[in-house]
Structure formats: structure tokens, C-alpha cells
Nanobody, 122 residues
């Protein structure tokens, strides 16, 4: 059974940084795309960033230049480095894995974590 688990969330002041981690128990992790999504209170879940198996990267406009996605295939782990955080970045952040495909749509991802809370205070 595939498991995806996020970690690294927490409370941070505006302008601060956090790094989220996403550990996935999949065989051949290097063939999976890893995506990050977030859901703020009262809002729909939205795309944040994704990294393909070939290291292609895509970002939502709202986080470009502030967030950086990366991966370490030796550890079956993806990362989301978040800098210059704003109160509007407050949300539950979800990691998801997709075999081969990189995309910004939720239905492109087969496996999902339970989410980690990120709260940015003003």
C-alpha cells in the first residue's frame, strides 16, 4: 500500500521560511511526479507546485519566486521550500504523487498525503 506523508508545517511570521517534506513509499520513486497543493479555510484546494520525474518544475503564479520545489530520489522524498511567506499562504498543504505525469490538476495524482498545517502570522 502506497503511503505519502507530509511534514515540516508549523507557525511562522510573515516574511519567514519553512521547508515541507513529502515522503512516499512507492517503488521507483524516480518515475513519479510530486505535486504540492494547499487548501485555505473556506476555499477550494489549489495547486502550488510540482516536479516531474525528469526534474521539470511548474509553479502557481502566486508562489513563483518565493517557493522552490525539489526532490531527493535516494530518500524517496520531495521538498517544498517556502520563503517570504505571507498570511495568505496559510493553509493545509498536501503532497501528492503521480506516476510519470506532471500536472497542476488534482485528478492527475494517484496518491495523497493527509496534509500539514502552515500558519503565517502577520
Amino acid at each position: 500500500q502506497v503511503q505519502v506523508e507530509e511534514s515540516g508545517g508549523g507557525l511562522v511570521q510573515a516574511g519567514g521560511s519553512l521547508r515541507l517534506s513529502c515522503a512516499a513509499s512507492v517503488i521507483r520513486f524516480n518515475r513519479y511526479a510530486v505535486g504540492w497543493f494547499r487548501q485555505a479555510p473556506g476555499k477550494e484546494r489549489e495547486f502550488v507546485a510540482a516536479i516531474g520525474w525528469n526534474d521539470d518544475r511548474i509553479y502557481a503564479d502566486s508562489v513563483k519566486g518565493r517557493f522552490a520545489i525539489s526532490r531527493d530520489n535516494t530518500k524517496n522524498t520531495g521538498y517544498l521550500q517556502m520563503s517570504s511567506l505571507k498570511p495568505e499562504d496559510t493553509a493545509v498543504y498536501y503532497c501528492a504523487a503521480s506516476f510519470r505525469r506532471i500536472g497542476h490538476l488534482q485528478n492527475e495524482y494517484e496518491y495523497w498525503g493527509q496534509g500539514t498545517q502552515v500558519t503565517v502570522s502577520s
